[in-house]
């Protein structure tokens, strides 16, 4: 069973739960249309089904491999790589003064999501460039500009994001890779990162590295941190390929799962030293890295949404035609075991989760797009917090429930799941990562609770419980029974969050606030979720596409997940004490 | 980081939680004493720590191979396997006219969780030899008893459980493997039988498969199936190892975990038919599976113990290790991450469900013990309904909470979790197949509500309803701050089990109940669960046992695991109409 891009539910997403089909209405898009948007789609979808998605498997069974410090990347990868960028893919919402096509990161981010549903291994690697030509194009000078950005934009050359060290991972700021200054305004690195995806690949002919490192006599931790720039291959005047610079792959992890893109160790300094440029000023890297991490980060909360999408697809495919047992009401024969309410239970929770995550992950996608082109200052500003805020939720919950739906998705092929020919293992193994890597899911609960939800005195978060009453209160006024008791399960959703975001915004940050962390982001996203998928059910009876089956996703989230709030809401407020060390001497 | 065996936990949850003490005390077990349980439980840790546990990894990495229809294991596993049935531990609980030494099941299940943490590949193999011992020494007649149970019990030769076809997985009614009568008493058997674990290896001389069968013209479905002793090689008169019967190995599976357990494909009668010997009566094969089955089952629960305990060990040891950020309180430096509250938290879970799970198991080992030993018929038959209704529960909780804390042992360990060297990847790989392989959780969650909760008008749950309301009531009357909202949480999760199976008793059988049958078995688990973690902590309180640390374990589960009860008795009562097929379309 292979993968097919879920263009119209991607589509409907994108417009009815996350937003882009009034931003788009109100010109936010300049004269972009409708048209055209679904015109991307299909056509992403197309390019993911049909050449990425056959890749996934001969990428998990060869593997990257690395040999003499060269990786070799498994068959047909170079080339389905080279075909996607020569496509316009990685520019599609690059900027166009460098070549890209500046569609929005709504867009692209649903384009993102099918690249990593073919093939969460693949599609990791673009993820970084995008990352870092954001990065580039917000804080590096206008020679450095000139220099790289066309060629990363367009997908030529790809970059690579060098944060973690061996003592240095979410302490990033115990990080000692050092930078000297060269002199002639370059640096010269040396040191070790760890960790590093595509930090050494066969696609390209170049590959950029973008550095964290330390300068001499910098302040210790985050404030002494700087961002640089190293390219593999310095370039000549004339912009061709000059001289390998000293930094290479030493060796390359053996990971549980995706497997297909290398993860490397990379030195730098045999020789004395990489040549790195500046980007940003000097011991402020960190709001670089901020710039490159952000993105990643949605990035990452997609892979989730793709690697449940695939998961849900393959074991429905396999649901339907496996024959198992008698379901009530047949008279003789065996029955596919779509037919037994367990299997159908285990089925509903894969896709239900799987289209909350997705409506979280497209409305932070189009919260970023409002920061960015909204008219006015004020209201990019309100956008900005809208998207930090929701930015957390959705990598650490995206990728939670991509572990979750991946896991569900080999429980309903029963033992074929635990072979690997089927293919379901490959999903459940690939995805364990995505909680860890850009930031575990720890950290991003962390980073909600500590530097999210206290923005503007809790404006943004007040706001979206707002949004999300409104939600419940027109699911009540729409007087359809087929939503059974969705307005209830999504209204107590909503009180426990509520009662939740005031006992964390009425204390200072602590431990005990901390504590709750976890156990609030995910309350946060499952009141979301439900809301978002809500309003795409409110949307679908609006609009005649699909209501029945919209409205039962939306009332079996509300009546099967949300009902794990009140849960959450006590771990949060009256769950501190018991996080104790007592326990664990 | 190797294993541990948690030798006086494993006691103590053994007397305290699981009613062993109590049993031991009232001579239920004879003369046996409490100095003879812990010599053997010291001794059996020993065995697998030292012997046992070192063997994991190669068997990870190498697997089982098979060549010529010959299955190598890993490097060291045959000569332990050899030296662990030299030392007796296969018959540890085996009937003793057939040589075993008859101690109780309690002890056993303990002894099967540690050979189990050691090693999950390892520790399988016994377990079904130990099942095929049961159902032999239940159903065989004398002859065959007399032949093959004395090499079953000292482990000389082992068992295999022969069950599973490629159209008869759950639905083992469909089987299609012939047995045709030979005229001599005995049978021919033809067909095909896959996911037979150890179905073929070179620990021993000889392997003894059960297997069902059906007839000819034997009635359809599951009344058609009966029971058979297949040797792998037949005997000759004077008991010497004879031909080689006509079944073989055809392939072993390519697994996503458990590599060093050979996974077979089984082939009857290339030359005509592979000779076996009824075990039973013809048609009446079901009752002896679920003689096999029913030990088998909760042989698997303790595996998921057992995977949970080791990943926590692991986990401990490298969060008191590893050194990132500087948690609250500290001035300078840096901190051990289990000093930050989220990396706490997962540590509590971790143990907390361990420990939960631990005390499920070993109660229905005790309650499989009294059903065996009671001085009463109607006391024994008490007992085995307590045991029947335990097994389900023990089976799917306790596998699933191994997945689900060897996830978190991943996530603990950061990315070095997501590197093979690592070895938290292993258990988390190793875990997955628990849920699935006799009788997939689902299975267990609808035997519990179709077949277990009715028995004797409820009587089962009732009773074991009460237990719990009593230890609430003792937590209450203790009276000691350090249990904080325990008893108030256990006693609403107490409440939503009882009105979930005042529900699912007084309607019949239907979808609605089975939609909600998975959720049901998790509240089950959860109540019980924490009220024997709180029977621990009033023990230890009252006994002196690290009473701090068992209070303050039995009052995470409480506050932190429990409260996600109401939500689960609503997804039982309130959730069946949302289980539809109108979504999956």
């Not at 949404?305 to 379901?327: C, M, P």
């Not at 072979?419 to 899911?441: C, F, S």
């Amino acid at each position: 069973m292979t993968y097919r891009a879920p263009v119209t539910d991607i589509a409907f997403a994108l417009k009815h739960s996350a937003g882009f089909g009034s931003a788009l209405a109100e010109g936010l898009y300049g004269d972009l249309d409708e048209e055209v948007v679904d015109a991307v789609l299909a056509e992403a979808g197309r390019f993911a089904s049909d050449i990425i998605a056959p890749l996934n498997t001969v990428g998990d069974r060869q593997g990257a491999r690395l040999k003499d410090g060269i990786v070799t990347t498994p068959d047909g990868w170079k080339q389905a790589y080279r075909d996607w960028a020569a496509a316009g893919w990685n520019g599609l919402s690059g900027p166009t003064e460098w070549g890209g096509q500046g569609l929005p990161h709504a867009v692209n981010s649903a384009c993102i999501e099918m690249w990593n549903s073919a093939s969460l291994a693949f599609g990791l690697g673009p993820v970084l460039t995008m990352g870092a030509v954001e990065a580039l194009a917000a804080h590096g000078n206008d020679g450095l500009k000139k220099t790289y950005l066309p060629k990363l934009v367009s997908g030529e050359w790809t970059g690579s994001m060098q944060l973690t060290e061996p003592q240095a991972g979410s302490d990033v700021g115990a990080l000692r890779t050092k930078a000297e200054r060269a002199g002639d305004g370059s640096y010269r690195l040396t040191g070790q990162k760890i960790f590093i995806t595509y930090g050494e690949h066969d696609f390209t002919d170049n590959i950029i590295h973008f550095v964290l490192a330390r300068l001499p006599n910098a302040p210790a931790g985050t404030r002494g941190i700087s961002f640089f720039l190293v390219p593999k291959f310095l370039l000549n005047a004339d912009g061709s390929q000059g001289p390998r610079n000293d930094v290479r792959a030493h060796s390359i992890e053996h990971k549980m799962g995706i497997h297909g893109s290398p993860t490397c160790t990379m030195v730098y300094g045999d020789h004395g030293g990489a040549t790195g440029y500046l980007i940003g000023e000097e011991n402020r890297g960190m709001a670089c890295m901020f710039t490159m991490m952000n993105q990643a980060r949605l990035a990452v909360a997609l892979q989730g949404v793709a690697i449940a999408e695939r998961s849900t697809q393959q074991a429905l495919a396999y649901a339907r035609d496996r024959k198992q047992g008698r379901a009530s009401g047949l008279k003789e024969g065996s029955s596919a075991i779509i037919a037994h309410p367990d299997v159908r239970r285990m089925l509903l929770s894969m896709r239900a989760q799987t289209r909350a995550a997705r409506a979280i992950c497209y409305a932070t996608a189009v919260a970023i797009d409002r920061a960015h082109r909204n008219a006015d200052e004020l209201s990019r500003q309100a956008a900005q917090e809208r998207a930090s805020l929701l930015t957390p939720v959705a990598k650490a919950f995206a990728t939670d429930i991509g572990i979750e739906v991946s896991s569900l998705g080999i429980q309903v092929h029963g033992g074929m799941g635990y072979i690997e020919e089927t293919g379901a293992a490959q999903h459940y193994r690939d995805a364990r990562i995505t909680a860890i890597y850009e930031g575990t899911n720890g950290i991003q609960a962390i980073d909600l609770v500590a530097r999210k939800l206290p923005v503007a005195q809790g404006a943004a978060v007040r706001g979206h419980l707002a949004d999300m009453r409104r939600t419940v209160e027109r699911v009540g006024a729409a007087n359809n029974p087929a939503f059974g008791a969705t307005g209830a399960r999504l209204g107590e959703a909503v009180d426990s969050l509520e009662r939740a975001t005031s006992w964390l915004l009425g204390r200072p940050l602590d431990d005990a606030s901390l504590a709750g962390a976890t156990p609030y982001l995910r309350l946060f996203a499952t009141a979301t979720g439900g809301a978002f998928l809500a309003e795409e059910a409110l949307a679908a009876a609006r609009v005649g596409s699909e209501p029945e089956a919209r409205i039962a996703i939306a009332r079996f989230f509300a009546e099967h997940l949300a009902p794990a709030s009140s849960g959450l809401e006590r771990e949060v407020i009256e769950g501190a004490d018991s996080v104790s060390d007592v326990a664990l001497a």
